[in-house]
């Protein structure tokens, strides 16, 4: 017995996961495929509709103008999601199955052009070829070739294992390269202009590196960091750099190098992260309790179930906060703890110093479950059975958290840490010397409420002048649907938040441009990619004023675009 697996037993789990899956094709009725209505917390919900349906190569395409486009705003949106859920007779699992799709509007003095395309990974090719889903990801489970034989389909799952490639998250820009990302050691290259596929990086074949979010961070030198997960001589999770020297190359991604780390609490179920914390001066690694099992991983490797099923919720472990000095690279030596909460994305983190005392604060969207679990798509395209599940899934939204840095033996227990004027963010001295932390919430509870929101997500600052450093305005999704469909500004130092929505739309993720003649943090615009619950209807790209958040314009576009679900702005000036 190796690590807790009973081998027999382990055989006997393949041969039933392997007879349940040659007929196994996740097929539902195409009529069944969008639902009329769900219903949660008292509220009808509008059907999904093309949110999640199949998206479409599309060629460059002249969008119609109404309203103004700025003609400051120059350059181009690029956006990544799923963007293909149905082949053949076969449906993925989960919203964050579908296949990749890159979008892109390019913005020029007024005019406005939108284009499409698959990556075309190795996971696309083998299920196109065969017209089926063989290769599954993040909540659904893989099978063999059917073109082989039993026999050969059943040991096939002890002799390989399918590459599941599929990078459907977010999207880097190093240098002018611009990769497709998810959480994991992996990534494509893209042409920017053709958005075609030129070429894919596996991180492993240089690097320790078995895991990576979807979210990296650029520092102000230029340099690019991410964080993975390490596993061998040093169990550790580890920050990863390519240098802002590599950016003028054809591929800087190959340039990715270990820059520090720290040691994981459990070598055989790390840490789950999805985004991380960069400031001025640190790196912030949120050790939460969603985890990933090293047992249950190396049953995976045989058995091809989601990878979704080697993850769960530690519910006796409490957050920890991990943080690592950027200069000396390494952590400080203070353990700072929270009620354990799931994060995906962090906000922002910064320095402020009051009265000779460092404080570090760590805003992040927080909830207190694995909400990935309630998006599965028989839940989100709303079939009857599912319905109850989506009433109960956990709220997340922005939190701030504040570290002290100057803690010794000589500060009392029990006394509050946090002095910094209007903060209820809380950090107390523990019995055993460690720093308990209690959130301060950074959005308007009463609206909330009145709003019945199930989440503020997908958040977004004006990160080219506040990344790390102390800022007010989070731009970021409302949803009181199984889709976000309002866009908000919450105001972090008063909780006053606006919104914007159009009823029977969706909007996606909030990317704030800084208008180049402005001189205030919110002076600029805010671009979402608006989809209809109605399949006729055009897809648009919405242009807020930031500060009155307002709309200024939008570019209309008549194609299938699901709902992507992060991307990148590149100004042309």
């Keep these: 017995m190796i690590l807790g697996l009973n081998r027999p037993k382990l055989l006997f789990s393949m041969l039933r996961n392997f007879l349940r899956t040659i007929n196994r094709g996740y097929s539902i009725n195409s009529n069944e495929r969008y639902s009329t209505t769900m219903t949660t917390k008292g509220k009808t919900l509008t059907p999904v509709g093309a949110g999640l349906g199949n998206g479409e190569n599309k060629p460059a395409t002249e969008c119609r103008i109404k309203g103004n486009i700025p003609f400051w705003l120059n350059g181009e949106v690029l956006r ?83 590459r599941m490639d599929n990078c459907s998250v977010n999207l880097a820009n190093l240098g002018n390269v611009y990769y497709a990302l998810t ?112 047992t249950k991983m190396l049953k995976w490797r045989f058995t091809w179930n989601a990878f979704m099923d080697n993850m769960y919720m530690d519910k006796t472990k409490e957050s920890i906060f991990h943080v690592i000095n950027k200069q000396t690279k390494k952590a400080i030596p203070v353990k700072y703890a929270a009620k354990g909460t799931f994060c995906f994305h962090h906000v922002n983190a910064y320095e402020e110093t009051l009265e000779g005392k460092t404080f570090l604060i760590v805003d992040m969207c927080c909830a207190d479950g694995e909400t990935f679990r309630w998006f599965g798509l028989d839940i989100m395209r709303g079939k009857d059975e599912a319905l109850q599940k ?82 007010r305005y989070i731009y970021c999704v409302g949803s009181n ?60 790209m919405v242009v807020l004023d930031a500060k009155t958040f307002t709309e200024i314009g939008r570019a209309e576009v008549d194609a299938r675009v699901p709902y992507p679900l992060h991307g990148v702005f590149t100004s042309s000036l």
């Design 183 to 294: 959480d994991a050691a992996i990534a494509h290259r893209i042409d920017g202009e053709t958005l075609e596929q030129k070429n894919f990086v596996f991180f492993r074949d240089f690097l320790n590196v078995s895991m990576s979010t979807a979210h990296p961070h650029y520092d102000t030198n230029g340099d690019y960091y991410n964080v993975g997960q390490s596993f061998g001589k040093n169990f550790q999770y580890s920050v990863v750099r390519v240098p802002a020297e590599s950016m003028s190359k054809e591929d800087p991604m190959q340039d990715l190098e270990i820059h520090t780390g720290v040691p994981m609490d459990d070598k055989f179920n790390p840490s789950y992260f999805h985004s991380f914390g960069l400031s001025e001066k640190h790196f912030i690694l949120h050790d939460q309790p969603v985890r990933v099992s090293a």
């Design 80 to 162: 990544n999601g799923p963007g293909e859920y149905d082949i053949g007779p076969d449906t993925f699992k989960h919203w964050f199955d579908g296949q990749a799709l890159i979008h892109k509007f390019t913005i020029s003095e007024g005019k406005v052009s939108y284009m499409a395309k698959f990556i075309e990974s190795e996971s696309y090719r083998i299920n196109h070829k065969h017209n089926r889903i063989l290769v599954g990801s993040f909540g659904t489970g893989s099978m063999p070739d059917p073109c082989k034989n039993i026999f050969s389909r059943f040991f096939s799952q002890f002799t390989s294992f399918p």
């Design 390 to 471: 989506f009433k109960t899934v956990p709220f997340s939204g922005p939190q701030r958290y504040v570290l002290p840095l100057d803690v010794d033996e000589s500060i009392p227990k029990g006394e509050n840490l946090v002095t910094l004027p209007g903060c209820q963010a809380r950090a107390e001295k523990r019995e055993d010397g460690s720093i308990f932390l209690t959130p301060e919430l950074l959005y308007d509870e009463e609206i909330r409420k009145k709003n019945n929101l199930l989440m503020l997500e997908l958040p977004r600052i004006n990160y080219d002048e506040n990344n790390g450093k102390k800022y």
């Design 481 to 540: 649907e199984a889709l976000p469909n309002q866009l908000y500004k919450i105001d972090t130092e008063t909780k006053q938040m606006l919104w914007w929505e159009e009823k029977g739309f969706f909007t996606s993720e909030p990317i704030f441009v800084k208008n180049p003649q402005g001189s205030n943090e919110d002076d600029g615009v805010v671009l979402s990619t608006v989809i209809s619950s109605n399949v006729d209807d055009p897809v648009f």
